[in-house]
Every structure is written in structure tokens, then in C-alpha cells.
């Protein structure tokens, strides 16, 4: 992994993955929010400064735009099951990139049955668009020209540590307990995380 799973866990919380798990509600959802996106543009353009609790589902859009990157991508596709391939798929829609082909291509037979969600980011990076996804993707473009007119903020995420760092702290903390305790054990903990 790239990053912390943290940060990233942070970045997919308000995500309404329920209503991407399939086609159809998918295409509710992001007919819905094209709508909005369009009703409400003028709203909208004033984020992050102004917030309306309507476009919640968009500032989540924005939100992970603001992180993008090749890295989120394959952390997203590899690491986090159908949730995180279907985001990776969908963000990949709103902003394509030839450099995300790979990573969501390796992870399309993982999760067979979003694999949906892959066909429909590489529609938008060129490929074919299977005739049943049309509507998704007619609904994804809306949202992407839409979005476009608003402030993309920065967004950083944190690297991922190394597994040796991982290893020497979980080592430190395990003989923090075996020689003074419980308490020590979890002031190593603390003094770690900072």
C-alpha cells in the first residue's frame, strides 16, 4: 500500500457504497446527483466554503478528486474489495487518466461482480462502453462537467509506513508488555502514533 489505511479509510467513510453495488441503484444515485449538481451549481461552485447537507454525496466526489493519483487508485482497487474498486472506478470516471488502466484492470476479476464499475472507467478511457452501462456513463459525464466548475481542494494523504517500521514498533510495544506491563505497553502505543 501507498498510503496510511487511515487516511484512506477517512477519504471512503461517507461514501454511500450501498447504492453502488449495483448498476441500477448506481444510476439512481448518480442521476440524482447530476441533477443536484446542476439545480444547485451555484452552491456548489462556493465549497468548500459554503456547504449545502444536498450535495454531501458531491463534496465526497470532490473530496477524493482533491487526493487522486495513481497511487490512490491501486490502493483503492487492491486493497479494499469491491468497495474500494468500485470508488477507484468511479473516480477514474470523473476525472480519466490512462496511468489508472492497469491498476483497475488487475483488480477487475477480483470482484466479479463489480466488475461493471471497471467497464464503465474504461468507456471512459476509450474502450467500448458495454450497451447496458450507457445510462451510468451518460450520468457520470453530467457529474464531471459539473464538478469541474468547482475548487478541487488539496488533499493530502499520508505514506503508507514500511513494513520494518511496522514490525519494529509492533516488537517494541510486545517487550513494553512482557517486561513492565500493560500501561507501558500502551504508552509505547501512544508515543508511536505521534
Request: one cysteine or more.
Amino acid at each position: 500500500m501507498h498510503h496510511r489505511d487511515d487516511d484512506l479509510q477517512r477519504l471512503m467513510c461517507a461514501v454511500p457504497f450501498m447504492a453502488l453495488m449495483r448498476p441500477a441503484s448506481a444510476l439512481s444515485l448518480l442521476t440524482r446527483a447530476a441533477d443536484d449538481a446542476e439545480e444547485l451549481a451555484p452552491v456548489l461552485s462556493q465549497y468548500p466554503e459554503v456547504r449545502y447537507q444536498a450535495l454531501d454525496f458531491h463534496y465526497v466526489c470532490l473530496q477524493s478528486l482533491g487526493a487522486l493519483s495513481k497511487e490512490l487508485i491501486e490502493d483503492l482497487a487492491g486493497e479494499f474489495g469491491w468497495r474500494g474498486l468500485v470508488w477507484a472506478s468511479l473516480l477514474a470516471c470523473l476525472a480519466p487518466s490512462e496511468e489508472f488502466r492497469s491498476a483497475l484492470e488487475a483488480a477487475r476479476p477480483n470482484v466479479s461482480r463489480q466488475a461493471w464499475a471497471v467497464d464503465l472507467a474504461l468507456a471512459h478511457l476509450g474502450a467500448p462502453c458495454p450497451s447496458e452501462l450507457t445510462g451510468l456513463r451518460a450520468q457520470l459525464i453530467r457529474l464531471r462537467n459539473a464538478l469541474s466548475a468547482c475548487t478541487i481542494p488539496d488533499v493530502s494523504l499520508r505514506l503508507a509506513e514500511s513494513r520494518s517500521v511496522v514490525d519494529a514498533r509492533q516488537s517494541l510495544v510486545r517487550e513494553k508488555y512482557r517486561r513492565e506491563g500493560r500501561e507501558a505497553a500502551l504508552q509505547a502505543i501512544r508515543l508511536a502514533g505521534r
